[in-house]
């Protein structure tokens, strides 16, 4: 099994809301990744989950709040976002030594702010 | 800063022919180099990597070489087929960090 499952695949929400994008993978990689990318821009890492710890926090908004409950779930949470939040975000994983920097993305969630 | 650069923002190459897509790097610290390849919609997928040990790396249809004195890399497909039109990103990292820095991505057409 090498996927990475999103969900929701969309989402439109208010700049009053609170909801929650989630990720799983069942490949026993040890990292998870949250990234955001615009369109026709690079993914842009967010977040970065080690041994279910986060490792690195690439100065987000508070308005974004990374979990990882375990080690092949990876949530994160949106609360109060602004419309330029709009874009889609990415999951990705990755395993051990040389293949620590092949990451394993996922479809994404397209999120609309409104 | 752009550390990861691909200055071509798109590429059309006949079908049969090879694409040759260009990418260049000036963190010296770099030691791991990816190509992702992203079809609309979709996630990026992993397509090929190269140590900065090595300075050709081959999958099938797919090479990429490393040129460390000048710090840059390049990604060959030989033969280009309709299937491989999407935006291909270059991706750097310094293996003493948990990330990767992606280019700007470079979108590829490959014309029947």
């Known amino acids: 099994d090498t996927e990475v499952t999103q969900t929701p695949k969309h989402l439109v929400m208010g700049m009053t809301n609170k909801k929650s994008l989630k990720c799983e993978q069942h490949?026993?990689?040890?990292?998870m990744y949250w990234y955001k990318q615009k369109a026709k821009k690079p993914p842009e890492l967010m977040f970065v989950?080690?041994?279910?710890?986060?490792?690195i926090n690439e100065s987000v908004p508070s308005r974004f709040s990374p979990e990882c409950p375990n080690s092949s779930l990876l949530n994160l949470h949106l609360h109060a976002l602004q419309p330029e939040d709009s874009a889609l975000y990415l999951c990705?994983?990755?395993?051990?030594?040389?293949?620590?920097?092949?990451?394993?993305f996922g479809p994404g969630t397209r999120l609309t702010v409104t | 800063d752009q550390q990861v650069k691909q200055n071509s923002p798109s590429l059309s190459v006949q079908e049969g022919r090879i694409s040759i897509l260009n990418c260049d790097y000036t963190?010296?610290?770099?030691?791991?180099f990816l190509w992702y390849k992203k079809y609309p919609a979709e996630g990026p997928t992993f397509l090929i990597s190269?140590?900065?040990?090595?300075d050709k790396n081959e999958d099938g249809r797919f090479t990429v070489f490393l040129n460390k004195s000048a710090k840059h890399l390049s990604l060959h497909i030989v033969p280009s087929q309709p299937g491989d039109s999407a935006v291909y990103f270059c991706?750097?990292?310094?293996?003493?960090?948990?990330?990767?820095?992606f280019g700007p991505g470079t979108s590829l057409s490959v014309i029947p």
């Open positions: 990705a994983s990755s395993g051990k030594n040389r293949t620590f920097y092949e990451q394993y």
């Open positions: 989950y080690s041994y279910e710890k986060l490792s």
């Open positions: 991706a750097a990292s310094d293996t003493s960090y948990d990330k990767v820095i």
């Open positions: 490949m026993g990689h040890r990292a």
């Open positions: 190269i140590s900065s040990i090595k």
């Open positions: 963190n010296s610290m770099f030691d791991y």
